[in-house]
């Protein structure tokens, strides 16, 4: 059973910077490409990140662009997202999410779609006060 554990998350001043870890238990990390998605209260979940199978490429939302950075540790079975110069804008519950990789090449917009994503955790929250 996969299960994925999101920590990291809590408080903080905007312009300061916030570390979410993702741990993936029950089956090696490697096996997915990881998202992080979020979701403030009363909208819909969007897009953060995303990193591929082999960790050789990411992707952002514009939004987060230059500010937040993904990262996989396959060795222990988990994914970070940096986030610098938070702003109060960027408060939100932060999902993991993983997918399992497909028979087909992926395109670039799967990664960025919640609907693609097999596997999610709990969630942290995550404010800036402004």
């Known amino acids: 059973q996969v299960q994925l554990v999101e920590s990291g998350g809590g408080l903080v001043q905007a312009g300061g910077s916030l570390r979410v870890s993702c741990a993936v238990s029950?089956?090696?990390?490697?096996?997915?490409?990881m998202g992080w998605f979020r979701q403030a209260p009363g909208k819909e979940r969007d897009f953060v990140a995303a990193?591929?199978?082999?960790?050789?490429?990411?992707y952002y939302a514009d939004s987060v662009k230059g500010r937040f950075t993904i990262s996989r540790d396959n060795a222990i079975n988990t994914v970070y997202l940096q986030m610098n110069s938070l702003k109060p804008e960027d408060t939100a519950v932060y999902y993991c999410?993983?997918?399992?990789?497909?028979?087909?090449?992926?395109?670039?917009?799967?990664?960025?779609?919640?609907?693609?994503?097999?596997?999610w955790g709990q969630g942290t929250q995550v404010t800036v006060s402004s």
């Open positions: 990193i591929t199978w082999s960790g050789m490429y990411t």
């Open positions: 029950g089956r090696t990390i490697s096996s997915f490409a």
């Open positions: 999410a993983a997918r399992d990789r497909p028979m087909y090449p992926v395109a670039e917009w799967e990664y960025r779609h919640r609907g693609k994503y097999d596997y």
